[in-house]
């Protein structure tokens, strides 16, 4: 079965710019999340996904959003870019909603704003 | 909220030697717990869970078990190698309604030498 898949890989921006980033969960997989990796920060939740609706929310500002497809492909969009949002920015899939339900990553976008 | 500790890296030993790596935690309910390994420019891989009280996780030669009474999942391996070395975050996950969120540690570095 193949894994999370997350395009692109590398992504270069300038301040002002907006991005979208694309995950394709693995093949049955209903729930896709999202994460931002910083040194500072560490792994902070963004948002979760099901069956297109969002479900989870985490505490960040409104310039970034999310969308899942029918075909539970999730994109992230950050509009407005800051240079603090340089970051790695992870996709996670997994069967359901619950607790004990495991969360399958991708390899993450490198988000660089310049 | 919920959150996790980890014990402060980097960790440094040398092939062979027996590792731990502490993590505790603070959750409202019955969470989820979870170690993840993150090897250079990858995103996170799943290396144990356990989802309820003195359940074992067990992976590759390591292994934590859900201590409720310390509120502990502490990682252990016997005998590491040199192809250990990464970063290991503790997470987990809360248990009140449906919720999958990962609340993560800052992470532990290890580095194993020859």
């Known amino acids: 079965k193949a894994g999370v898949t997350q395009t692109p890989r590398y992504l270069i921006k300038t301040r002002g710019q907006q991005v979208t980033l694309s995950c394709s969960p693995i093949s049955g997989h209903r729930s896709v999340s999202w994460y931002q990796q910083t040194p500072g920060q560490g792994l902070q939740f963004l948002f979760e996904?099901?069956?297109?609706?969002?479900?989870n929310k985490g505490n960040f500002p409104g310039r970034f959003s999310g969308r899942q497809f029918s075909n539970s492909r999730s994109e992230m969009n950050v509009s407005t870019l800051e240079l603090g949002d340089s970051a790695l920015y992870l996709c996670a899939s997994s069967q359901g909603l619950y607790s004990y339900n495991e969360q399958f990553f991708g390899p993450g976008t490198r988000l660089t704003v310049l | 909220g919920n959150s996790v500790t980890q014990m402060e890296g980097p960790v440094t030993l040398s092939e062979e030697a027996f590792l731990t790596i502490n993590c505790t935690y603070t959750a409202t309910g019955y969470p989820s717990l979870f170690w993840y390994v993150q090897y250079p420019g990858e995103g996170l891989q799943l290396l144990l869970k356990a989802t309820k009280a003195d359940d074992k996780g067990s992976n590759k030669g390591f292994e934590a078990t859900y201590r409720k009474e310390t509120t502990s999942f502490h990682l252990e391996k016997g005998s590491v190698q040199v192809s250990d070395s990464a970063v290991y975050f503790c997470?987990?996950?809360?248990?009140?309604?449906?919720?999958?969120?990962?609340?993560f540690g800052t992470g532990t570095r290890l580095q194993v030498t020859l």
């Open positions: 997470a987990l996950s809360a248990s009140t309604g449906t919720a999958s969120k990962l609340t």
């Open positions: 996904y099901f069956s297109e609706t969002q479900r």
